[in-house]
């Protein structure tokens, strides 16, 4: 079992080199990584099978895709570690740049922290108006049971005065038709007085 860390040099960032390094680590059974560097190379480390490793370096050196174009491989090899399980890609496409995509997303994500403070914002808001029509309900049905009590008061106190009215005209009819009687009583005696009758 080897280790290798290969440096591949030239059009490498960008096309798609990483996975064609993956792909090929993996048909191979070759643990490690690929990742890209900030000179714009490629840096591979890897562990497997002497000829396993030479195989990957052979491919990339020579079989790339035709859109990619490796200009130099440099190769050190060291003792094996065994600690890869798999093998991966590693790190930004293009370490120090963001890709239009990368950049488009952060601006998504900017937009999406502005809306949800603004939602936030218009909940708070609402949770504020929903308390101020509680009150206002409560206060209209405070106000509506007042009416209702006034109207009912009202009502009684109607129906008090049209039974005392009634009462009154009772009485007065009463003392009216007393007092018309004896009027009628005493005219009787002063015409029987005077001899009218």
């Given at each position: 079992m080897?280790?290798?860390?290969?440096?591949?040099?030239?059009?490498?960032?960008?096309?798609?080199?990483?996975?064609?390094?993956?792909?090929?680590?993996?048909?191979?059974?070759?643990?490690?990584?690929?990742?890209?560097?900030?000179?714009?190379?490629?840096k591979?480390?890897?562990?497997?099978?002497?000829?396993?490793?030479?195989?990957?370096?052979?491919?990339?050196?020579?079989?790339?895709?035709?859109?990619?174009?490796?200009e130099?491989?440099?190769?050190?090899?060291?003792?094996?570690?065994?600690?890869?399980?798999?093998?991966?890609?590693?790190?930004?496409?293009?370490?120090?740049e963001?890709?239009?995509?990368?950049?488009?997303?952060?601006?998504f994500?900017?937009?999406?922290?502005?809306m949800?403070?603004i939602?936030s914002?218009?909940?708070?808001?609402?949770?504020s108006?929903?308390?101020?029509?509680k009150?206002?309900k409560?206060d209209?049905?405070?106000?509506l049971?007042?009416?209702?009590?006034?109207?009912?008061?009202?009502?009684?106190?109607?129906?008090?005065?049209?039974?005392?009215?009634?009462?009154l005209?009772?009485?007065?009819?009463?003392?009216?038709?007393?007092?018309?009687?004896r009027?009628?009583?005493?005219?009787?005696?002063?015409?029987a007085k005077?001899?009218?009758?």
């Amino acid at each position: 079992m080897k280790r290798a860390n290969i440096i591949a040099k030239g059009k490498v960032q960008k096309v798609g080199y990483r996975d064609f390094v993956q792909d090929n680590a993996r048909e191979l059974g070759i643990t490690g990584y690929v990742e890209n560097l900030e000179d714009g190379n490629v840096k591979v480390v890897c562990e497997g099978e002497e000829d396993a490793i030479e195989g990957l370096i052979n491919s990339v050196k020579q079989n790339p895709p035709s859109f990619v174009r490796v200009e130099e491989v440099n190769v050190g090899y060291e003792e094996y570690k065994g600690e890869f399980s798999g093998f991966e890609r590693r790190g930004a496409d293009v370490p120090g740049e963001e890709s239009e995509m990368v950049v488009l997303m952060r601006s998504f994500d900017k937009k999406g922290e502005v809306m949800i403070g603004i939602l936030s914002s218009m909940n708070e808001t609402l949770g504020s108006m929903n308390e101020t029509l509680k009150s206002v309900k409560e206060d209209t049905s405070q106000m509506l049971e007042k009416q209702d009590d006034t109207i009912e008061a009202i009502e009684r106190s109607k129906e008090e005065i049209v039974t005392e009215i009634s009462s009154l005209r009772e009485d007065l009819r009463s003392y009216m038709e007393e007092k018309f009687a004896r009027i009628e009583q005493e005219i009787e005696g002063i015409k029987a007085k005077i001899g009218m009758v």
